[in-house]
């Protein structure tokens, strides 16, 4: 455990030093690269270790991104559930400047292993999202011409009145399309600058033979725990009722029965003799 926390400490330093301008090695997506220019990525990352060692590589990440600072990473989301046999599965999600991210990603999967994770899964996704801004301000500038040809309608002191008021409908639902499209650039030009990045945790000891069977040894010690607590259970569920049929029973032979018989022994002395005829 004392390794453990001492890997999860170089973690810390390790992510904490994407804050820093890297001094070699891709980058990743940086913002005028040619590759990755107008691109919107976003990562994943899964990660399998003991369950105890969790909480410890999360709140790591956790530390380093704050550690950036709210400008170069946010955290947006953290879940950790424990089941019944004691696995935990966790989560951690933050949105991280898109120069730094898949660098973040990379050294915190790095520091994970150093923990004593296992890489189990790395997606990274990019979508065009200059294009999306492009036909974005496409829809922005037509809604644009439209509201200045009806503008000029409009201004016309001839015009019918029902047909003002069309005009007036059109201009109206033109502005909600330019409202719509400059959203849909901002949120393409913003998934430009921030990547999301998420790793999830997993109980387990990785890949491998060993592991495998390390793993298979966990589960069959669960199953058995789980059997175990559920024959206490019905014990205790069922406990008290068949406890007080026992003490019911006993009362019965000890006391019950031989005043039974008693009963019926001075019944049948009242009862008159037979009639010998």
């Not at 690269?33 to 691109?39: F, Q, V, W």
């Not at 393409?188 to 298979?216: E, H």
């Not at 589960?219 to 607590?229: E, I, N």
Request: glycine share 10%; hydrophobic share 45%.
């Amino acid at each position: 455990m004392r390794s453990i926390a001492a890997a999860v400490s170089i973690a810390a330093l390790a992510l904490a030093g994407c804050s820093k301008a890297p001094d070699g090695g891709d980058p990743g997506p940086t913002l005028g690269n040619a590759s990755t220019a107008g691109l919107a990525f976003s990562y994943a990352y899964s990660l399998t270790l003991p369950a105890r060692a969790i909480d410890e590589l999360q709140e790591a990440h956790a530390a380093a991104c704050e550690a950036l600072g709210p400008e170069r990473c946010r955290i947006t989301g953290i879940a950790y559930d424990v089941d019944a046999a004691g696995d935990v599965s966790a989560s951690l999600s933050a949105n991280v400047a898109a120069p730094i991210a898949r660098r973040f990603g990379r050294d915190a999967v790095d520091a994970a292993e150093r923990a004593g994770a296992t890489l189990t899964g790395a997606h990274i996704g990019g979508t065009e999202a200059a294009q999306e801004v492009r036909v974005a301000a496409g829809q922005s500038d037509e809604a644009g011409a439209d509201l200045a040809r009806i503008d000029r309608e409009l201004a016309r002191s001839d015009l019918p009145s029902a047909e003002r008021a069309e005009l007036q409908a059109q201009r109206s639902a033109r502005l909600a399309d330019q409202r719509i499209a400059a959203a849909t650039r901002s949120g393409a030009r913003a998934s430009i600058v921030t990547a999301p990045v998420r790793f999830t945790y997993a109980t387990g000891r990785g890949a491998g033979f060993v592991n495998r069977l390390r793993d298979s040894g966990d589960t069959a010690l669960a199953s058995a725990a789980a059997t175990l607590g559920a024959a206490l259970w019905l014990l205790a569920a069922l406990g008290p009722p068949f406890l007080g049929l026992l003490v019911l029973i006993l009362l019965w032979i000890r006391f019950g029965r031989p005043l039974w018989n008693r009963l019926i022994a001075v019944g049948d002395r009242d009862l008159p003799p037979p009639d010998p005829r």
